[in-house]
């Protein structure tokens, strides 16, 4: 008993469930495994290979490369400029018109998508060092340095085109306002010409010549500054507005001062207004010198040492709003100088007559006139040689080389590994596949799950015939205490043979070494043909069980159809007189017929307990399933298992609750 416990207990710790058993035995797929350990060997060894093959020679190697330039703005752009512009001109790597050209210039980039060009180049932009850089990958060292290039060279044309295009378009404008202008001068001349042939004043004396044209250039330079004065004031206005919006300190280490550099650049663009052959009394190279004198004045020559200070874009902004005020107040001033200095000359002029003073307001006109179309051809000569040299800004600072040493890559790894444990799956699979092909029964845990019932025993009988006695002697634990009736039915038509014995055998072993007395006859029997045939009937009026009273050694024979084996019992047959009472020992009676019908159901239904003969291997786990449908029962229904292998012999022979089988009582 305890040890039928240890395995009911076991049974149940393995199913997880009341189920007793389990679906697969654990044994029979340790068994595929250690039967085809060579056959999954060699599975790995192919797979070994093809996975080396695989990753050596058809994954492709990735390979990495990148190049930079460098946006340092157009002449003349302040720091804080170009900040601003360079992530909106970095986006246009991505443009169509830039990944369409990439694929003209690249054949085998022609049937790529433009999404997954566009996934292919990387560009990364730092604002606070303008530098920007391509990165691409390729299956080969010189595609993705050729692909990286190409991006870069195709960014730069691009924005080379879009500068051309926009001088172009200044230039245009530029040479409307010329055309205009020299109309203006134009008209303006020969209206000055036509007044003096009317007045008869080309005969002028130098003296009146040299005040009209300095009372003339004084005007015209006055109307000049009071323009650059307007000018001046637009762009402080802006600049008070970008000093508003923008953070005003920050940690700055030492070196040289705003106001240096400042002075630098003022210098330097003070030389190259020089060198473009601008005299001292342009208002260019005034203005310019004006702001160094002031810088210089102010301590910019002095040497900073390490400090906290302003944002550096703060600081530049500020600067610039400085160097813009003070041009604006000197401008300021020396508009109002120049008032002055033209009032005076007017004044020269109010002794010459009221022709002298007309002519003088028509040369002022002239004088502007010409002043305007100088500045404006002068422009207009600037703009054209930026298009024949574009300056975008750009500037290449390294280009992608071929990468010396491919990306490392998990892929090859995962090829080389998961091929090979590819093929075991498989082949345990196959192994599995071929354990458990036709989805029969083998073992007793798996009876006793697909059956539901527990298994009472699991014998190599009848492929060793003695195997029977050493089963039927393995039932002392229960079988001589059971009482009532016990039906043994094959589970095909196979095991119908292996019922019949084994329902003789057990009748014969257990009544010739138990004394127990059988009420043949109890006291509501009724008897049909001649008292040779005696049925029991329980209270209800159903018949139990019926046999054949002999002469001799005591035979009862089963309903139609079956067989009741009970063999040489050495007792008296009693007749008790309690109606009521059962046969005081186990009566076992085997089923004859195909184990399926109403038959079979009411004799099922009728006895104690059902005991299924079961044979491993020979019946499908969904047939064994079925058998309780059969049976028409679901309680105390049983299994024995008779066939086994020599190493299935070794596993468990019983499974779920047996003493409970044994002693289910159907009333």
């Not at 601003?84 to 369409?100: K, N």
């Not at 014995?501 to 138990?514: I, R």
């Not at 001799?552 to 089963?558: D, S």
């Not at 089923?591 to 079979?600: D, K």
Request: charged share 25%; proline share 4%; hydrophobic share 40%.
């Amino acid at each position: 008993m305890a040890r039928q416990d240890a395995d009911d207990a076991s049974d149940e710790a393995e199913g997880g469930s009341s189920r007793p058993g389990l679906p697969v035995d654990l044994f029979r797929l340790r068994r595929a495994v250690i039967r085809g350990k060579w056959w999954l060997l060699a599975a790995a060894a192919i797979g070994g290979v093809v996975g080396y093959l695989i990753g050596k020679f058809v994954i492709q190697h990735k390979y990495e490369a990148s190049g930079t330039i460098q946006y340092v703005g157009l002449p003349g752009q302040q720091g804080h400029e170009v900040q601003r512009d360079q992530p909106g001109l970095v986006t246009a790597a991505h443009s169509d018109a830039v990944l369409e050209d990439i694929r003209e210039r690249m054949p085998e980039m022609r049937e790529v998508p433009l999404v997954v060009l566009r996934a292919l180049i990387v560009v990364n932009s730092d604002t606070g060092s303008g530098l920007i850089t391509f990165t691409s990958w390729g299956t080969a060292p010189d595609e993705a340095a050729r692909l990286v290039n190409t991006a870069i060279e195709r960014f730069l044309a691009y924005h080379v085109e879009r500068r051309r295009t926009d001088i172009q378009r200044d230039i245009a404008s530029l040479g409307e306002r010329v055309v205009i202008a020299q109309q203006d001068l134009s008209a303006a001349r020969q209206t000055y010409d036509e007044f003096r042939r009317e007045n008869n004043i080309t005969d002028l004396s130098t003296e009146q010549e040299a005040a009209i044209a300095q009372a003339a250039q004084l005007r015209s330079q006055a109307d000049l500054g009071r323009a650059e004065v307007e000018s001046l004031e637009a762009r402080v206005t802006q600049l008070r507005g970008e000093l508003g919006r923008t953070s005003r300190t920050t940690a700055v280490s030492g070196g040289a001062s705003d106001e240096q550099v400042r002075l630098r650049q003022l210098r330097q663009q003070l030389t190259e207004a020089r060198g473009q052959g601008l005299g001292d009394d342009h208002p260019r190279v005034q203005s310019l010198q004006r702001q160094v004198s002031a810088l210089e004045r102010a301590g910019g020559s002095t040497p900073s040492e390490s400090r906290s200070a302003q944002n550096p874009v703060y600081a530049q902004i500020a600067s610039s709003l400085q160097s813009a005020e003070t041009e604006l107040e000197a401008t300021r001033h020396r508009v109002a100088t120049l008032e002055q200095l033209a009032v005076r000359a007017q004044e020269r002029t109010v002794r010459f007559s009221d022709i002298e003073g007309r002519a003088a307001t028509l040369l002022a006109q002239v004088n502007v006139r010409q002043a305007l179309l100088n500045e404006l051809n002068e422009t207009r000569a600037g703009l054209e040689d930026q298009v024949r040299d574009v300056n975008t800004g750009f500037r290449l600072v390294a280009e992608a080389r071929p990468p010396e040493f491919a990306l490392p890559s998990k892929k090859k790894y995962a090829v080389a590994f998961g091929i090979p444990a590819a093929f075991v799956v498989i082949m345990i699979a196959m192994l599995m596949f071929r354990e458990l092909r036709g989805l029969t029964v083998q073992t007793a845990k798996e009876v006793a799950f697909w059956g539901n019932g527990p298994v009472i025993g699991s014998t190599t009988w009848p492929r060793d015939p003695k195997a029977l006695l050493d089963l039927i002697a393995d039932l002392d634990d229960f079988a001589p205490d059971a009482r009532g009736t016990l039906l043994v039915v094959g589970s095909t038509e196979a095991e119908i043979p292996l019922a019949r014995e084994f329902a003789s055998q057990l009748n014969h072993d257990w009544t010739t070494s138990t004394h127990v007395s059988l009420p043949a006859l109890p006291a509501n029997t009724r008897t049909s043909r001649a008292s040779q045939r005696a049925s029991y009937y329980d209270d209800s009026g159903d018949e139990v069980l019926s046999g054949e009273i002999y002469d001799g050694p005591t035979e009862v024979a089963l309903p139609t159809g079956t067989e009741l084996a009970l063999l040489d019992f050495p007792t008296e047959i009693e007749q008790p007189g309690d109606v009521d009472a059962l046969p005081d020992r186990l009566i076992c009676t085997a089923w004859g017929q195909r184990p399926e019908g109403q038959a079979l159901r009411r004799a099922a239904r009728l006895a104690d307990r059902v005991l299924v003969v079961v044979s491993s291997g020979g019946v499908r786990a969904t047939e064994l399933a079925a058998i309780r449908t059969r049976l028409g029962v679901e309680d105390n229904v049983g299994y024995v298992l008779t066939g086994v292998s020599d190493d299935i012999s070794k596993l468990p022979d019983r499974a779920g609750d047996v003493a409970k089988f044994w002693h289910a009582r159907a009333r």
